[in-house]
Nanobody
């Protein structure tokens, strides 16, 4: 059972930056690919980036070039550096293993609000 605690969200103006953190515990962190997901109001939660256990990364087109996912296996933590934020990035952000299986539990998420 993996416990996940996301942090680092907040209110920022368009063009600003935030760094999200996700502390994981309870399972083998370093062997798992980890992803960042987000859910905007009225939308389903969706993957935006993931990082493999070896460090390979993937980004959806809407965040490519602006967001950077990284991990620190010694700290069981995955990060999401978000630059040049846009109002459409406003959402709750969650981390979890990738790919998601139906029985995986979610953390509380961290809210990001980008004002124009």
């Amino acid at each position: 059972q993996v416990q996940l605690v996301e942090s680092g969200g907040g209110l920022v103006q368009a063009g600003g930056s935030l760094r999200l953190s996700c502390a994981a515990s309870g399972s083998s962190f370093s062997g798992n690919a980890m992803g960042w997901y987000r859910q905007a109001p009225g939308n389903q939660r969706a993957l935006i980036a993931y990082i493999s256990s070896a460090g390979s990364t993937f980004y959806v087109e809407s965040v490519k070039g602006r967001f950077t996912i990284s991990r620190d296996n010694a700290k069981n933590t995955v990060y999401l550096q978000m630059n040049n934020l846009k109002p459409q990035d406003t959402a709750f952000y969650y981390c979890n293993r990738y790919p998601i299986l139906p029985y995986y539990k979610w953390g509380q998420g961290t809210q990001v609000t980008v004002s124009s």
